[in-house]
């Protein structure tokens, strides 16, 4: 008997990746190209805008690179892990709005109290379905491999590099973009790190 009703992973997958293609699209649409007397005030708000845009794509080719990592091997697709999918490309939905906000201010301490919060809120989001689709597939009986328990930990470390961009934005907010850039950066290396001192062990 052929279940009707059944969580099509392949259809998640396509929603995702549209989710993601139409975001890093659609921020570079609010780039304006400056006239041709282009005055000092025009070069430091297009210096601004770029500067936004090239981190706020770096921060969301990684939850890209991160999301599609974790699909690769789930076997079930559980209404929960749906639902929790909806509800971690909501909050990247609004990046591009953040990353506008954020430029157009000039890096108001508004803007980048709104911006840091938001990456909490998607890293937070993110650790929720990792967590979700680890337990599913140990339920379907997959071994969990080092490198799976290594990505979990990559984003438990997101979720704590976002809460120093919080702090950042309420004390600093003109330094967030270099906290965010030094933020990816420092997800690399203590992966890395990790991972190299777990192989010499």
């Avoid at 892990?81 to 990247?92: G, K, S």
């Amino acid at each position: 008997m052929i279940d009707m009703f059944r969580n099509s992973k392949s259809r998640m997958e396509a929603i995702s990746d549209g989710v993601f293609a139409v975001v890093l699209t659609i921020m570079v649409l609010d780039i304006k190209a400056p006239m041709a007397n282009i005055s000092d005030y025009e070069i430091q708000r297009l210096m601004m805008q770029l500067l936004s845009y090239l981190i706020s794509f770096g921060v969301v080719a990684q939850y890209w690179v991160l999301h599609q990592e974790l699909f690769t091997t789930l076997k079930t697709t559980t209404f929960k892990i749906m639902v929790a999918n909806i509800y971690y490309l909501c909050p990247i939905c609004l990046v591009p709005f953040a990353t506008t906000w954020l430029s157009s201010s000039f890096i108001s301490s508004e803007s980048a109290i709104g911006f840091a919060i938001l990456m909490f809120i998607v890293n937070v989001s993110q650790l929720w379905l990792f967590h979700l689709v680890i337990e599913q597939n140990r339920y379907d009986g997959q071994r969990i491999i080092e490198h799976d328990v290594e990505e979990f930990r990559s984003v438990k470390v997101m979720v704590a590099i976002s809460i120093v961009y919080i702090g950042v934005s309420l004390l600093m907010p003109k330094f967030l973009l270099a906290a965010i850039a030094l933020g990816i950066l420092s997800r690399v290396l203590i992966t890395r790190g990790i991972r190299f001192y777990l192989e010499r062990q």
